[in-house]
């Protein structure tokens, strides 16, 4: 079975200062990974993807993430928070199964930017 | 292009009563997901449907849960009859080759 950890409920950082977001993964086969936000009472945004390629993926808002697949990690990093990018996280791994694409997403992760 | 649409946003009823959501997915998306997200938690699929087939119900409390998707394009979600545990935000997405496109759910709260 295929499954997404997201190993921090919350990061703090503070304003300006690097952000990351730990992602780790397990499937069987080739990974299509994404990255999604949760702002308050809205549904899930996409910010970016991993299908094949290079393995740093470049995304909305200036975030970015690195595909590792010896580590099976997707972390989520951007170089200076913002306080607007206060949100929740979403990590999510596909597969293909069956002729269908299977979607799996982490807990969550809540990203707090302090001012 | 127009986005996921889904109605109602919110919906308050009384546990044992019956109620329905609706989705209207991206045109031409022929995959389309219900989620289930409980406050604190990551969105759980309750299913998925390929065109109007289902592909993956694994996780529908199929008890009480159903779900159609006529002709391919729009879904409804039911419940009936509801438990307080089924309070949550139900999330419509679809997709085109994996990545997801999601409404702004319906958040449904159980009394």
């Known amino acids: 079975a295929q499954s997404v950890a997201q190993p921090e409920d919350q990061v703090n950082v503070a304003e300006g200062n690097p952000l990351t977001v730990k992602c780790t993964y397990s499937v069987s086969g ?13 549904g899930l945004q996409f910010l970016l993807k991993y299908i094949t390629g290079d393995n740093l993926v470049k995304g909305s808002y200036g975030f ?14 951007k170089p200076s928070a913002l306080v607007s990018d206060s ?20 807990i969550g992760t809540k990203l707090q930017v302090i001012p | 292009e127009a986005g996921v649409a889904q109605s109602p ?29 409980i406050l604190g938690q ?11 087939g289902v592909v993956d119900d694994s996780q529908l409390p199929k008890d009480r849960f159903s779900a159609e998707r006529l002709k391919g394009v729009d879904s409804t979600l039911k419940i009936q009859p509801a438990k307080l545990e089924d309070s949550a935000v139900y999330l419509c997405a679809s ?15 159980v009394l």
């Open chain 1, 30 to 42: 080739n990974p299509y990974l994404f990255w999604y936000v949760q702002y308050p009472n809205r």
């Open chain 1, 64 to 77: 970015e993430a690195e595909f590792n697949k010896s580590q099976t990690s997707f972390h989520l990093k």
């Open chain 1, 87 to 106: 949100a929740l996280y979403f990590c999510a791994v596909s597969s293909l199964r069956g002729g269908y694409q299977k979607v799996t997403f982490g």
């Open chain 2, 9 to 37: 946003r919110y919906k308050i009823i009384e546990k044992r009563q019956s109620v329905a959501f609706w989705c209207n997915p991206i045109s031409g998306h022929a995959t389309l997901y219900w989620y289930q997200q």
């Open chain 2, 42 to 52: 990551g969105p759980k699929l309750l299913i998925q449907f390929q065109n109007n």
């Open chain 2, 95 to 109: 997709s085109l080759g994996g990545q997801g496109h999601f409404g702004a759910g319906t958040r449904l709260s």
